[in-house]
């Protein structure tokens, strides 16, 4: 029997950076990334994270203070589809500057906002997993993303859509 697995089964702190993943946050499985600002400081970063008021913006949860060595489902092949259509695209700051799922398209990334820290903001790479130093103001936003992975017969299929 030939058999086809999209993900890997791993430890949270066995993904490298900038990898895609299927874990366990309060109450459901979350489609997350890993992100670093550097090697000794990497964060899961969660798109749609939901507070206590039904608020989604995503947040960066710091590793070593709050995962590690639960499992989780590594999605190596995983790839970032931004939708590009008028209705989505806009220039600059997504909803005047605040804080939501809205993925910045760079000329070479694509940059995903988040709070860490008590309410810190940072920015990410989502493609690198690295650390943004570049603003978000001069890029283009999206309100809506997908992350694809590829099915047994070489297609892409939706595994998590965004929308801010």
Request: proline share 6%; aromatic share 10%; hydrophobic share 40%.
């Given at each position: ?34 992100a670093a600002f550097d090697a000794d400081n990497q964060y899961l970063l969660d798109p ?56 910045y398209l760079g000329s070479d990334a694509f940059v995903l906002q988040a709070t860490f ?21 001069d890029l283009f936003n999206t309100s809506r993303w997908t992350v694809k992975i590829p ?14």
């Amino acid at each position: 029997m030939d058999v086809f697995a999209v993900g890997e089964s791993m430890k949270i702190v066995d993904v490298p950076v900038g990898g895609c993943l299927l874990c366990m946050m309060p109450g459901k499985p979350r489609i997350c990334f890993i992100a670093a600002f550097d090697a000794d400081n990497q964060y899961l970063l969660d798109p749609a994270f939901v507070d206590g008021d039904g608020r989604s913006y995503p947040v960066a949860h710091a590793m070593e203070r709050n995962f590690g060595h639960e499992n989780c489902i590594h999605y190596p092949q995983a790839r970032l589809r931004p939708t590009m259509t008028p209705d989505c695209i806009a220039p600059g700051y997504h909803r005047q500057g605040g804080i939501s799922s809205a993925l910045y398209l760079g000329s070479d990334a694509f940059v995903l906002q988040a709070t860490f820290d008590h309410h810190r903001v940072t920015a990410f790479d989502l493609k690198t997993g690295m650390h943004w130093n570049g603003g978000v103001s001069d890029l283009f936003n999206t309100s809506r993303w997908t992350v694809k992975i590829p099915d047994g017969h070489g297609k892409y299929q939706d595994l998590a859509n965004f929308t801010a």
